[in-house]
């Protein structure tokens, strides 16, 4: 069964201070593997996308990697606007087009 | 440029009644796919419709069904609310097929 794993569920950070966020999948034939953001009873905001390993996409204070099995969102010098939820999901190549999703990574940036 | 739109933001049912749930898809998009989120949990997919055909299906049951409209704007029905059906429903658009998906703010579902 394709599962997507996210850690660690909950994340205490102080303002400036750098960590990184993990999503680790089991799926065969991946198409792409998708970051999201999401604020408390809002639709997750989309922030990358990644389709092979070694590939690396910035955004801001944001950084997202992959490798063959995991994925990981690097935040640097984090703000308290930075805290949200951050979702990883998969898509399989070919067949049906849903994303499956992690259980998401609560980020809370103290000042 | 408008995203994505659905309505009623928030609505309230009793169990064994029906509900219907819209999306309006991003301009240009002709893909729309529809997710159910439980409280602390990843949004799990329900269906996904392409040029108003169902192109997929996750693993609920049918009393879960779909619409998509010429303009590409879809319908969610759920019928025979249970209890466990109380989450937030979020619709998404795509420009085609295996492309990204972006969000709309969702429809809290609550059902008493």
């Known amino acids: 069964e394709d599962q997507v794993t996210q850690s660690p569920e909950a994340l205490r950070l102080q303002e400036g201070e750098s960590s990184s966020l993990n999503c680790s999948y089991t799926?065969?034939?991946?198409?792409?593997l998708f970051w999201y953001r999401q604020d408390p009873g809002k639709g997750p905001e989309f922030l990358f996308t990644?389709?092979?390993a070694g590939e690396e996409k910035e955004k801001e204070r944001l950084k997202a990697t992959l490798t063959k099995k995991e994925s990981f969102l690097h935040i640097t010098a984090p703000k308290p606007e930075d805290s949200a939820t951050y979702l990883c999901?998969?898509?399989?190549?070919?067949?049906?087009?849903?994303?499956?999703f992690g259980k998401g990574t609560h980020l809370i940036i103290q000042p | 440029e408008t995203g994505v739109t659905q309505s009623p933001t928030h609505l309230i049912k009793t169990r064994g009644q029906q509900v219907t749930l819209r999306c309006s898809s991003q301009?240009?998009?002709?893909?729309v796919s529809w997710y159910q989120q439980a409280l602390g949990q990843g949004p799990q997919f329900i269906f996904q419709?392409?040029?108003?055909?169902?192109?997929g299906r996750g693993n609920f049951p049918p009393r879960f069904s779909g619409l998509q409209f010429p303009n590409y704007s879809s319908e969610l029905n759920v019928n025979a609310l249970e209890l466990d059906d109380s989450a937030l429903y979020l619709c998404?658009?795509?420009?085609?097929?295996?492309?990204?998906?972006?969000f709309g703010p969702g429809t809290r579902l609550l059902v008493l």
């Open positions: 990644l389709y092979s």
């Open positions: 799926v065969s034939g991946l198409r792409g």
């Open positions: 998404a658009s795509s420009p085609g097929l295996q492309e990204t998906q972006y």
């Open positions: 999901a998969v898509q399989l190549g070919g067949g049906a087009d849903g994303l499956t």
């Open positions: 419709y392409y040029r108003e055909e169902e192109n």
């Open positions: 301009s240009g998009h002709n893909t």
